[in-house]
């Protein structure tokens, strides 16, 4: 054995997979010294058995018989209990998962998210899930067990304990990937024959934060082929996206260097793009999709009336009996529609009046506005002091409400803006 007994387990794995290449995939999986053998029919699992054992005694292997279990319904394989529904996470690995103790350490929650992520495809939005879990085992980050990383560990556990069981894909029938993204993950699903096969879900990177929307979703596209590359390769199938503009991508003329590679790399595969509104796309992680419970959204409403309250913003609701109160906050009886009313009164006017009155040159415009020799001076009813038809602001006025709007422009401001302007 070259370089010792640390490659003995690879080189008995290629050496299995040369042994059994004309019948992999086709009735036989091998993982080292596991063989697993399945069929549809007993004749043709009473065949499959005789072609097996043929060729390894052909190649002089040999399979100890009190190892070795025959014409079973249900098959325990790789912690995955393999039957003719469908493929499940093993009850024992499940109980291993349910006794897991609280971590007290970023080493323990590595260990549980090695454990849970191996059977992260029978759990949707998984990463969503475990993101509180992931950021304790980043770097320079200190372990504080908070009530979210709490929540995360429990619900990862009941996920895991109720995993759903899923189907075998076939090769030759036709496939459905549907694909979603958020500012968090990407997420998407495979399905057969309206079965789910696999869910699969991953964060974003740092530099993919700064993705725009098309990006995300078409990267949400990819992720979705290269991790199901096995069975998706040399398939037709179908990908659904609730971007619309993704059905249009193999037609534009310019793209961007990071588009033109993924564009190189969906040729590949012989599928069709299609559009799928994001209410009906339920089987995706729903990473930009989810719910808000009724205690959110009535604090949310509560809180936007006292916002449009404070700043005298008058409210017309419409009630279930047709009828529509003006100026009122009461939302008990509303449930159709609240539109905010903003009603304009000339403050504005009164504050450049007081304004007008501290000026220090106050007393010498007013003399001039009373005087009939100068005529381009005037007094409005109001009393506020014009010239030439436009209000006169007050230098202290104005460098107040330039230095609202733009702090960094101040002096440019006061240089550029008439003291007068038109009202």
């Known amino acids: 054995m070259p370089f010792g007994l640390t490659n003995a387990p690879a080189m008995f794995m290629d050496l299995m997979h040369r042994v059994f290449k004309p019948y992999l995939d086709h009735f036989v999986i091998v993982f080292i010294d596991d063989i697993m053998i399945y069929s549809k029919t007993q004749e043709e699992h009473s065949h499959h058995l005789r072609v097996t054992l043929q060729t390894l005694k052909d190649n002089r292997l040999y399979a100890k018989l009190s ?199 969906l040729k590949d595969y012989d599928f069709t793009l299609q559009y799928h509104p994001g209410k009906a796309n339920v089987v995706a992680d729903a990473l930009s999709r989810r719910r808000t419970s009724r205690e959110t959204i009535a604090t949310t409403r509560t809180s936007q009336f006292r916002l449009l309250e404070e700043a005298s913003i008058m409210m017309i609701c419409e009630s279930t009996a047709g009828t529509s109160s003006v100026g009122s906050t009461n939302t008990r009886n509303v449930s159709r529609f609240y539109c905010a009313q903003v009603r304009a009164e000339p403050e504005i006017l009164q504050r450049i009046l007081d304004f007008q009155k501290t000026d220090q040159d106050y007393v010498v415009y007013q003399r001039l506005a009373s005087s009939v020799d100068h005529p381009d001076w005037s007094i409005s009813d109001q009393g506020v002091i014009r010239f030439l038809n436009r209000l006169w602001i007050p230098e202290q006025l104005l460098c107040e409400s330039c230095f609202k709007r733009h702090t960094g422009l101040f002096i440019l401001f006061i240089q550029e803006i008439p003291r007068c302007i038109v009202i």
């Open 67 to 265: 190892k070795c279990e025959f014409w079973i319904s249900e098959v325990k394989f790789l912690g995955h209990v393999v039957n003719a529904e469908g493929i499940s996470v093993d009850s024992s690995k499940v109980e291993a998962i349910q006794k897991w103790p609280t971590p007290t350490m970023v080493s323990d929650v590595r260990s549980f998210l090695g454990l849970a992520g191996y059977y992260r495809r029978f759990v949707k939005g998984f990463s969503r899930i475990a993101l509180p879990l992931t950021r304790l085992t980043q770097k320079d980050v200190e372990f504080i067990w908070a009530d979210e990383c709490k929540n995360a560990f429990e619900e990862l556990k009941y996920r895991l304990t109720t995993a759903p069981v899923h189907t075998l894909p076939e090769s030759g029938r036709e496939l459905t990937v549907y694909t979603d993204a958020s500012h968090s993950a990407l997420g998407c699903v495979l399905m057969q024959d309206g079965r789910v096969v696999a869910y699969a879900s991953r964060q974003l990177k740092v530099h993919e934060k700064n993705y725009p929307v098309h990006d995300l979703e078409l990267a949400a596209v990819v992720f979705a082929l290269k991790i199901w590359r096995h069975y998706l390769y040399g398939e037709k199938f179908i990908v659904y996206s609730d971007h619309k503009s993704l059905k249009y991508l193999f037609t534009q003329s310019e793209l961007n260097m990071r588009q033109r590679r993924w564009l190189e790399f």
